[in-house]
C-alpha cells in the first residue's frame, strides 16, 4: 500500500506512520492474522493465507492514508525466482489487455542488474510466456504496469493498482462534531472531515412527534455508513419539539429558519464542549437553501464559540450526490422520513437576515431556558458497524 501526502510529513512522519498502521491494524483484527509493518514508505500487510488477504483488500481500501494498494508476490532476490513468478502469476493477468510495460525500483543497489535490465529480462518473459495472447508494449502510456521492486531482503512483484482512501490517517488532526441530518450533505460532509484525519462525533436534532422514529433510525444508518471509514461513531440526539412549537409561536415566520439555526449551532457547541471537540462540521453549501446564504450563514456563526467548518461551501449538488454514492449514502439519505428543520419549513424564509432583526425576534422568548431544557434531556450512545 502506497502512502499519499503523508510522505512530505518530515520529521513528523514517524507519528502519522504509528496512527496509520493502528488504523490498518483495527480493520483488519476481526478478519484474523496479518503481519503489518512500514518500510520505505509503502505498507505491507502479510498473511500465509491467501483467502485472507481477499477479505483485506475491501477493508484497507476505506483506510485513509493509503492512496493505492496491490496484490504484490514475495520472491527471493534473484532473477530467477522473479521471472518464475513473472511467469506464473502475473503473465495471466495480462490476457486480454491492450498494452503494458515493465517497471522495475532497485533500493538496494548491490542487486546485480540495473532497473532497465530488470525491465527487459521482465517484459521478455511475458511476451514468451504469452506469445500471441501477449499485450503490445508500450512504454510511454501502457494500460497494465508490471512493478518489480528490489528492496533490502526480498524482491516484490505486482500488476496494476486498486485505489485508496487517500487523505490523512483517521484521528491525526483533532476531534469535530458533525451536524448529521437525515439529507444527503452532512453525511457526505463528515466524510470528507474524516479524510482530512478528523474524529467524527454525530449530532442529530429531532422533532418528534413531527418526526418519526424511523426517521431517527435512518440517521443512525447514515452514522453507521461512516463507520466502514471510522470504525465508530459517538452519536447524540437532542429533541427540539418543544423549542420549535415555541418559535413558531412567538417569532415571525420568515426568520424560523435562521432561529432554529442558531439554537442549534448554540446547543451544538455545548455539546462539543462536553465531548472535547475542537470544532462543528455541518453539510451547508452556499446558496443551496435559504439557511445557506452568506448572509443566513452570518448571523449562525454569530453564537459559535468554536470554528464551523463547512467541507461542501463549494461544491454543487451534483458533485455532492457522486460522492454520496461513493460513500453507500445515497440510497438511505434518499429515504422518505422527515427530519426536524423541514417540519416546519416557513413558506417564504427570509434570504438576507441582518443580526440586528434576528436578535429582535429572539428577545421574544426566552431561549436560554428552551435550550437547557433540550440539552438536559440529551440522548448519547455509539454507533459501529
Known amino acids: 500500500m502506497k502512502y499519499g501526502e503523508l510522505i512530505l510529513k518530515g520529521a513528523n512522519k514517524s507519528y502519522f506512520d504509528a496512527i496509520l498502521l493502528k488504523q490498518i491494524r483495527r480493520k483488519l483484527k476481526p ?3 496479518f503481519r503489518v509493518f512500514t518500510s520505505q514508505s509503502t505498507v505491507f500487510v502479510e498473511s500465509e493465507d491467501d483467502a485472507l488477504l481477499d477479505l483485506a483488500l475491501p477493508e484497507l481500501q476505506r483506510v485513509f492514508g493509503v492512496v493505492s494498494l496491490s496484490i504484490a508476490y514475495r520472491v527471493e532476490k534473484n532473477l530467477d525466482a522473479i521471472l518464475d513468478t513473472v511467469r506464473e502469476k502475473i503473465a ?4 486480454g489487455a491492450e498494452s503494458f510495460k515493465a517497471d522495475a525500483r532497485r533500493s538496494d543497489k548491490k542487486f546485480a542488474l540495473k532497473s532497465p535490465e530488470i525491465c527487459r529480462e521482465v517484459g521478455a518473459c511475458i511476451l514468451r510466456t504469452l506469445g500471441k495472447a ?3 508494449v508500450d512504454v ?3 494500460r497494465e504496469v508490471v512493478w518489480v521492486e528490489i528492496r533490502e531482503d526480498f524482491a516484490y512483484v505486482h500488476a496494476g493498482k486498486l485505489p485508496g482512501a487517500g487523505g490523512m490517517p483517521y484521528g491525526t488532526s483533532g476531534r469535530a ?4 441530518s437525515g439529507g444527503i450533505d452532512s453525511p457526505v460532509a463528515g466524510y470528507r472531515m ?7 462525533d454525530a449530532l442529530h436534532f429531532e422533532s418528534f412527534p413531527y418526526t418519526s422514529e424511523r426517521a431517527k433510525e435512518k440517521v443512525v444508518d447514515l452514522a453507521r455508513k461512516l463507520c466502514a471509514y471510522t470504525d465508530t461513531v459517538n452519536f447524540a440526539c437532542i429533541r427540539l419539539t418543544e423549542l420549535q412549537l415555541a418559535l413558531q409561536e412567538a417569532c415571525r415566520e420568515e426568520y424560523f429558519t435562521i432561529l432554529l439555526r442558531r439554537s442549534m449551532m448554540r446547543l451544538a457547541c455545548r455539546v462539543a464542549e462536553r465531548q472535547k471537540c475542537g470544532a462543528i462540521v455541518t453539510g451547508e453549501s452556499l446558496g443551496q437553501v435559504a439557511s445557506q446564504t452568506m448572509d443566513a450563514l452570518r448571523c449562525t456563526d454569530a453564537v459559535a464559540n468554536l470554528p464551523v467548518y463547512r467541507p461542501l461551501i463549494g461544491m454543487d449538488k451534483e458533485e455532492i450526490v457522486r460522492t454520496s454514492r461513493e460513500i453507500d449514502c445515497f440510497e438511505t439519505s434518499i429515504l422518505p422520513f422527515e427530519d426536524c428543520c423541514t417540519v416546519f419549513t416557513p413558506r417564504h424564509p427570509k434570504l438576507n437576515p441582518t443580526l440586528e432583526e434576528v436578535l429582535e425576534e429572539e428577545s421574544k ?3 436560554k431556558e428552551l435550550e437547557d431544557k433540550a440539552f438536559s434531556e440529551i440522548e448519547f450512545f455509539r454507533v459501529n458497524r
Open 194 to 200: 474524516a479524510k482530512r484525519g478528523a474524529f467524527i
Open 92 to 95: 495471466p493477468l495480462l490476457i
Open 177 to 180: 462534531l458533525l451536524l448529521l
Open 134 to 136: 501477449a499485450p503490445k
Open 31 to 33: 478478519l484474523g492474522e
Open 140 to 142: 510511454h502510456n501502457p
Open 365 to 367: 422568548l426566552n431561549l
